[in-house]
């Protein structure tokens, strides 16, 4: 009787836990746009879902500084995609931009949801 027991506590455990690994996508698929505050001005940004998953990240348009900006706008998106959420890593030495596409693609999905 024990052993029926923990055979039914393992198997009920194993239940659960694969309930909780598959799980609904957490967006619709459509593109979304959103604006975020960066360094100088607003970040319009166009995000694409697919699969119920990041695919495409554009900025369509800021007004921060070429040259020095233009490495939060390049990895930031790429970023974003990779990890599945708005929430990544700042790019040193452009803090302001790189929180500004994050804030304008939490709007998107915002959206998305």
């Known amino acids: 009787m024990k052993k029926k027991w923990i055979v039914a506590a393992v198997a009920m455990s194993v239940m659960i836990f694969a309930m909780g690994c598959t799980k609904a996508p957490a967006w619709k698929d459509g593109t979304y746009t959103g604006v975020g505050e960066g360094l100088q001005d607003d970040i ?19 007004q921060e500084s070429p040259g020095v900006s233009d490495p939060a706008l390049e990895k930031i998106p790429a970023a974003i995609i990779e990890k599945q959420s708005s929430e990544v890593d700042v790019v040193s030495g452009v ?7 994050m804030q304008a693609v939490e709007e998107a999905l915002g959206q998305a949801k």
């Open 44 to 62: 319009t940004v166009s995000v694409t879902v697919a699969g119920g998953k990041i695919d495409k990240v554009e900025i369509l348009e800021h």
């Open 95 to 101: 803090t302001y931009t790189s929180e500004g596409i």
